[in-house]
């Protein structure tokens, strides 16, 4: 019997090796959700079926063209993270800046982090208080994004963390309760929360149980100068009034 050659044994080998899927696919088509499929990931802590009821939103609320921005909502990324901060799902909208796909993830983080059973805090709640002489002023360096799930496709199962304080990002409730962050990033940052507020409405998410905006809600607040309080700056001229969000 002739010894195996080397090709040989190392195609038996590799004929024993799992694929990973990772729930990013990068082109739009995103899964919807992750289940710790990254080596040394955790499942994610929101059911399947409200991961994928959230990200569907995205082409639906997209599709109205009334979200103020640059591109009209067509380019885009929405993530979405657990209580704890695990990756659920990262899904891409168009020819999205590749440099927001962290952001959008560190909304997502941003949100959940500084929300809770009490006060629903998007990141557009975060601008004015975290500017130079603010009450929480240094908070974006707080809690760093990981650099190893910069590459597409990773990061899903895993707590990838940062720290965003402009709009695009809003904490997910159910009965009273944050069970995670959605964060949207692709255009201005105005519009970018207009995309998360009206996703997280229609997935049915949205029930803060108070907030820093009128209405007792986290919406956008917009600063007539330099924003104090909890205000954000406006983005431009195409910009939606909160009342109209």
């Given at each position: 019997?002739?010894?195996?050659?080397?090709?040989?044994?190392?195609?038996?080998?590799?004929?024993?090796?799992?694929?990973?899927?990772?729930?990013?696919?990068?082109?739009?088509?995103?899964?919807?959700?992750?289940?710790?499929?990254?080596?040394?990931?955790?499942?994610?802590?929101?059911?399947?079926?409200?991961?994928?009821?959230?990200?569907?939103?995205?082409?639906?609320?997209?599709?109205?063209?009334?979200?103020?921005?640059?591109?009209?909502?067509?380019?885009?990324?929405?993530?979405?993270?657990?209580?704890?901060?695990?990756?659920?799902?990262?899904?891409?909208?168009?020819?999205?800046?590749?440099?927001?796909?962290?952001?959008?993830?560190?909304?997502?983080?941003?949100?959940?982090?500084?929300?809770?059973?009490?006060?629903?805090?998007?990141?557009?709640?975060?601008?004015?208080?975290?500017?130079?002489?603010?009450?929480?002023?240094?908070?974006?360096?707080?809690?760093?994004?990981?650099?190893?799930?910069?590459?597409?496709?990773?990061?899903?199962?895993?707590?990838?963390?940062?720290?965003?304080?402009?709009?695009?990002?809003?904490?997910?409730?159910?009965?009273?309760?944050?069970?995670?962050?959605?964060?949207?990033?692709?255009?201005?940052?105005?519009?970018?929360?207009?995309?998360?507020?009206?996703?997280?409405?229609?997935?049915g998410l949205d029930k803060?149980p108070s907030g820093v905006?009128?209405?007792?809600?986290?919406?956008?607040?917009?600063?007539?100068?330099?924003?104090?309080?909890?205000?954000?700056?406006?983005?431009?001229?195409?910009?939606?009034?909160?009342?109209?969000?």
């Amino acid at each position: 019997m002739k010894p195996r050659k080397p090709t040989a044994l190392l195609a038996i080998a590799l004929a024993g090796i799992t694929t990973l899927a990772i729930a990013d696919d990068g082109n739009g088509n995103g899964n919807g959700n992750g289940n710790g499929n990254e080596q040394g990931g955790k499942p994610c802590g929101i059911p399947d079926a409200t991961v994928a009821q959230v990200q569907k939103q995205l082409s639906k609320v997209a599709s109205r063209h009334d979200n103020g921005g640059l591109f009209l909502s067509t380019r885009m990324w929405s993530a979405v993270v657990d209580r704890e901060g695990v990756l659920c799902s990262v899904i891409r909208l168009g020819d999205a800046w590749p440099g927001s796909r962290a952001i959008a993830i560190a909304k997502a983080n941003t949100a959940n982090g500084f929300s809770n059973d009490e006060l629903a805090l998007s990141t557009a709640n975060l601008y004015g208080p975290t500017q130079p002489g603010g009450p929480l002023y240094g908070l974006n360096n707080s809690n760093p994004f990981n650099p190893d799930y910069l590459p597409q496709g990773s990061g899903i199962g895993r707590v990838p963390g940062g720290i965003i304080t402009f709009g695009g990002g809003v904490p997910l409730y159910v009965a009273g309760k944050v069970i995670g962050g959605l964060g949207l990033s692709g255009d201005s940052a105005c519009a970018d929360h207009v995309i998360a507020y009206r996703m997280r409405r229609e997935a049915g998410l949205d029930k803060v149980p108070s907030g820093v905006a009128p209405g007792n809600t986290d919406n956008i607040i917009y600063a007539t100068g330099a924003p104090t309080g909890f205000q954000h700056p406006k983005c431009g001229d195409k910009d939606i009034p909160p009342d109209a969000i």
